[in-house]
């Protein structure tokens, strides 16, 4: 049973900056396809960051530059940085894997990811 757990979320400030985690079950985070995904109010899930079993990455271009995803395969976690937040990234966040690692970064599409997490809400307002 693979288990993906959020953390993080609040409500920031505009300028602000968050580190969002996602502990999940062992062997996950090193073998499988992880990405972070968000869901706005009114809106459908979009994927913002992928990261391989390999390391490597790729974001959407709405973060690009703002965003950095990691991984620790070691502590099972992965994780989210997101700098010089706005307004407009106000929605709740997701943690989702596929245990196939083929196209890993190909998969932009939420029904491509198999496991998710319940989600932790980040919210920028002044």
């Known amino acids: 049973q693979v288990q993906l757990v959020e953390s993080g979320g609040g409500s920031v400030l505009p300028g602000g900056s968050l580190r969002l985690s996602c502990a999940a079950s062992e062997y996950v985070v090193s073998r499988y396809c992880m990405a972070w995904f968000r869901q706005a109010p009114g809106k459908g899930r979009a994927s913002i960051a992928i990261?391989?079993?390999?390391?490597?990455?790729l974001y959407a271009p709405s973060v690009k530059g703002r965003v950095t995803i990691s991984k620790d395969n070691t502590k099972n976690s992965l994780v989210l940085q997101i700098a010089s937040l706005k307004p407009e990234d106000t929605a709740m966040y997701y943690c989702?894997?596929?245990?196939?690692?083929?196209?890993?970064?190909?998969?932009?599409?939420?029904?491509?990811?198999?496991?998710w997490g319940q989600g932790t809400q980040v919210t920028v307002a002044s």
């Open positions: 989702a894997a596929i245990s196939y690692t083929t196209r890993c970064l190909s998969r932009t599409g939420d029904s491509e990811y198999a496991y």
């Open positions: 990261i391989n079993a390999d390391g490597e990455t």
